[in-house]
Protein backbone atom coordinates (compact mmCIF):
# COMPACT_ATOMS: atom_id res chain seq x y z
CA UNK A 1 0.00 0.00 0.00
CA UNK A 2 1.46 3.52 -0.70
CA UNK A 3 0.76 6.94 0.16
CA UNK A 4 1.40 10.22 -1.57
CA UNK A 5 1.23 13.47 0.67
CA UNK A 6 0.85 17.10 -1.35
CA UNK A 7 1.43 19.93 0.24
CA UNK A 8 0.18 22.76 -0.49
CA UNK A 9 2.27 25.32 1.94
CA UNK A 10 3.16 28.63 -0.30
CA UNK A 11 6.77 28.15 1.49
CA UNK A 12 9.16 27.20 -0.78
CA UNK A 13 12.00 24.83 0.43
CA UNK A 14 13.86 24.71 3.35
CA UNK A 15 11.52 26.71 4.98
CA UNK A 16 10.06 25.31 7.56
CA UNK A 17 6.27 24.77 6.82
CA UNK A 18 3.22 24.31 9.64
CA UNK A 19 1.43 22.31 6.87
CA UNK A 20 4.21 19.98 6.68
CA UNK A 21 4.57 19.24 10.17
CA UNK A 22 1.24 18.27 11.07
CA UNK A 23 0.58 16.39 7.89
CA UNK A 24 3.84 14.15 9.07
CA UNK A 25 1.60 12.96 11.96
CA UNK A 26 -1.03 11.38 9.61
CA UNK A 27 2.17 10.33 7.05
CA UNK A 28 3.68 8.79 10.46
CA UNK A 29 0.85 6.68 11.72
CA UNK A 30 0.45 5.28 7.88
CA UNK A 31 4.00 4.47 7.76
CA UNK A 32 3.40 2.81 11.25
CA UNK A 33 1.05 0.07 9.90
CA UNK A 34 3.28 -0.70 6.58
CA UNK A 35 2.29 1.91 4.25
CA UNK A 36 5.11 3.23 1.97
CA UNK A 37 4.27 7.24 2.57
CA UNK A 38 5.95 9.83 -0.03
CA UNK A 39 5.44 13.58 -0.14
CA UNK A 40 5.75 16.40 -2.47
CA UNK A 41 5.95 20.14 -1.76
CA UNK A 42 4.60 21.62 -4.65
CA UNK A 43 5.49 24.96 -4.15
CA UNK A 44 8.48 23.87 -5.19
CA UNK A 45 7.65 22.53 -8.89
CA UNK A 46 7.01 24.31 -11.99
CA UNK A 47 3.22 23.11 -12.18
CA UNK A 48 2.04 24.90 -15.31
CA UNK A 49 -2.02 26.50 -14.55
CA UNK A 50 -4.50 24.81 -16.80
CA UNK A 51 -7.14 21.57 -16.41
CA UNK A 52 -4.27 18.66 -18.94
CA UNK A 53 -2.14 16.08 -17.16
CA UNK A 54 0.86 17.21 -19.32
CA UNK A 55 1.13 20.90 -19.92
CA UNK A 56 4.34 20.67 -22.22
CA UNK A 57 7.83 21.96 -21.61
CA UNK A 58 8.97 22.62 -18.15
CA UNK A 59 5.96 21.25 -16.64
CA UNK A 60 6.80 18.99 -13.78
CA UNK A 61 2.95 18.02 -13.26
CA UNK A 62 2.94 14.82 -14.75
CA UNK A 63 5.64 13.19 -12.54
CA UNK A 64 3.11 13.91 -9.76
CA UNK A 65 0.04 12.83 -11.43
CA UNK A 66 2.30 9.53 -12.02
CA UNK A 67 2.76 9.52 -8.12
CA UNK A 68 -0.77 10.09 -7.46
CA UNK A 69 -1.67 7.05 -9.92
CA UNK A 70 1.02 4.53 -8.02
CA UNK A 71 -0.58 5.40 -4.61
CA UNK A 72 -3.86 3.98 -3.65
CA UNK A 73 -3.83 6.90 -0.51
CA UNK A 74 -3.79 10.69 -1.28
CA UNK A 75 -3.64 13.34 1.62
CA UNK A 76 -3.86 17.15 0.41
CA UNK A 77 -2.16 19.45 2.63
CA UNK A 78 -3.30 23.28 2.26
CA UNK A 79 -2.84 26.33 4.98
CA UNK A 80 -6.31 28.23 5.64
CA UNK A 81 -5.60 32.14 3.66
CA UNK A 82 -8.45 34.43 3.46
CA UNK A 83 -10.58 31.35 4.32
CA UNK A 84 -10.53 29.56 1.56
CA UNK A 85 -7.73 26.77 0.45
CA UNK A 86 -4.32 27.87 -0.76
CA UNK A 87 -3.72 29.05 -4.19
CA UNK A 88 -1.26 25.82 -4.96
CA UNK A 89 -3.55 23.36 -3.58
CA UNK A 90 -6.55 25.37 -6.47
CA UNK A 91 -3.88 24.82 -8.70
CA UNK A 92 -2.97 21.02 -7.64
CA UNK A 93 -7.10 20.39 -7.91
CA UNK A 94 -7.07 22.34 -11.40
CA UNK A 95 -4.54 19.78 -12.77
CA UNK A 96 -6.01 16.75 -11.45
CA UNK A 97 -9.42 17.78 -13.77
CA UNK A 98 -7.75 15.86 -16.40
CA UNK A 99 -7.79 13.26 -14.26
CA UNK A 100 -11.97 13.37 -15.07
CA UNK A 101 -11.50 11.96 -18.30
CA UNK A 102 -9.04 9.28 -18.10
CA UNK A 103 -9.96 5.91 -17.53
CA UNK A 104 -7.89 2.60 -16.31
CA UNK A 105 -7.80 -0.92 -18.29
CA UNK A 106 -11.20 -1.77 -17.11
CA UNK A 107 -12.96 1.43 -18.20
CA UNK A 108 -13.06 3.00 -14.38
CA UNK A 109 -12.43 6.62 -13.94
CA UNK A 110 -8.69 6.28 -12.82
CA UNK A 111 -8.93 8.18 -9.18
CA UNK A 112 -11.75 5.08 -8.52
CA UNK A 113 -10.64 3.03 -5.71
CA UNK A 114 -8.07 5.13 -4.41
CA UNK A 115 -8.72 7.18 -1.06
CA UNK A 116 -8.02 11.18 0.15
CA UNK A 117 -8.26 13.30 2.96
CA UNK A 118 -7.21 16.28 3.53
CA UNK A 119 -5.06 18.08 6.06
CA UNK A 120 -5.31 21.96 7.15
CA UNK A 121 -3.45 24.58 9.14
CA UNK A 122 -3.96 28.14 9.62
CA UNK A 123 -3.74 30.83 12.76
CA UNK A 124 -7.73 32.21 11.02
CA UNK A 125 -10.71 30.19 11.27
CA UNK A 126 -11.97 28.50 7.70
CA UNK A 127 -10.24 25.20 8.20
CA UNK A 128 -13.77 23.40 7.78
CA UNK A 129 -14.29 25.34 5.25
CA UNK A 130 -11.15 24.57 3.32
CA UNK A 131 -11.69 21.00 3.99
CA UNK A 132 -15.36 20.43 2.32
CA UNK A 133 -13.72 22.51 -0.69
CA UNK A 134 -11.04 20.26 -1.33
CA UNK A 135 -12.85 16.89 -0.04
CA UNK A 136 -15.41 17.69 -2.37
CA UNK A 137 -13.16 18.41 -5.53
CA UNK A 138 -11.59 15.15 -4.87
CA UNK A 139 -14.97 13.25 -4.91
CA UNK A 140 -15.81 14.64 -8.27
CA UNK A 141 -12.65 13.37 -9.38
CA UNK A 142 -13.10 10.06 -8.15
CA UNK A 143 -11.31 9.46 -5.18
CA UNK A 144 -13.37 7.86 -2.28
CA UNK A 145 -13.39 9.85 0.96
CA UNK A 146 -13.96 8.06 3.91
CA UNK A 147 -15.61 9.38 7.49
CA UNK A 148 -13.04 11.57 8.77
CA UNK A 149 -10.34 11.64 6.70
CA UNK A 150 -9.35 15.28 7.89
CA UNK A 151 -7.62 17.21 10.61
CA UNK A 152 -6.93 20.59 10.99
CA UNK A 153 -5.19 23.02 13.76
CA UNK A 154 -6.15 26.70 14.13
CA UNK A 155 -6.87 28.71 17.40
CA UNK A 156 -9.75 30.28 16.02
CA UNK A 157 -11.25 33.62 14.38
CA UNK A 158 -8.88 36.50 13.76
CA UNK A 159 -4.67 36.03 13.57
CA UNK A 160 -2.49 34.18 16.16
CA UNK A 161 0.30 32.04 16.12
CA UNK A 162 1.25 29.58 14.04
CA UNK A 163 1.35 25.53 14.46
CA UNK A 164 4.98 24.98 14.94
CA UNK A 165 5.04 27.91 17.36
CA UNK A 166 2.31 27.00 19.64
CA UNK A 167 1.78 23.53 21.72
CA UNK A 168 -2.66 24.70 22.05
CA UNK A 169 -4.76 22.12 20.15
CA UNK A 170 -1.79 20.03 18.84
CA UNK A 171 -3.38 16.98 21.23
CA UNK A 172 -6.88 17.23 19.43
CA UNK A 173 -5.03 17.62 16.10
CA UNK A 174 -2.62 14.65 16.14
CA UNK A 175 -5.71 12.74 17.90
CA UNK A 176 -7.63 13.51 15.03
CA UNK A 177 -4.92 13.20 12.07
CA UNK A 178 -4.32 9.47 13.67
CA UNK A 179 -7.93 8.70 12.83
CA UNK A 180 -7.62 9.58 10.16
CA UNK A 181 -4.99 7.65 8.53
CA UNK A 182 -6.33 4.57 10.26
CA UNK A 183 -9.62 5.24 8.47
CA UNK A 184 -8.23 6.11 5.13
CA UNK A 185 -5.86 2.96 5.72
CA UNK A 186 -9.57 0.66 6.56
CA UNK A 187 -11.62 1.87 3.45
CA UNK A 188 -8.37 1.64 0.60
CA UNK A 189 -7.66 -2.35 2.57
CA UNK A 190 -11.25 -3.03 1.54
CA UNK A 191 -11.22 -0.96 -2.21
CA UNK A 192 -8.76 -3.61 -2.68
CA UNK A 193 -10.35 -6.32 -1.57
CA UNK A 194 -13.43 -5.34 -3.61
CA UNK A 195 -12.85 -2.85 -5.80
CA UNK A 196 -15.55 -0.57 -7.39
CA UNK A 197 -16.47 -1.03 -10.91
CA UNK A 198 -16.92 0.58 -14.16
CA UNK A 199 -20.32 1.80 -14.23
CA UNK A 200 -22.93 1.97 -17.33
Known amino acids: MKALVINCTLKVSPEPSNTEALASVVA???????????????????IAPGVVTDAGDGDEWPEVHERILDSQILVMASPTWLGRPSSVAQRVLERMDAMLSETDDQGRPVAYNRVAGVVVTGNEDGAHHVISEISGALADI????????????????????????EQKGRDWAHSTGRTM????????RALSERPLQATG
Do not use: C, M
Request: hydrophobic residues 40%; without cysteine; aromatic residues 10%.
Open 28 to 46: GRLAEQGVEVSSVRAVDLK
Open 142 to 165: GFTIPGQAWTYWHLGPGPGPDYLD
Open 181 to 188: ADNLLGVA
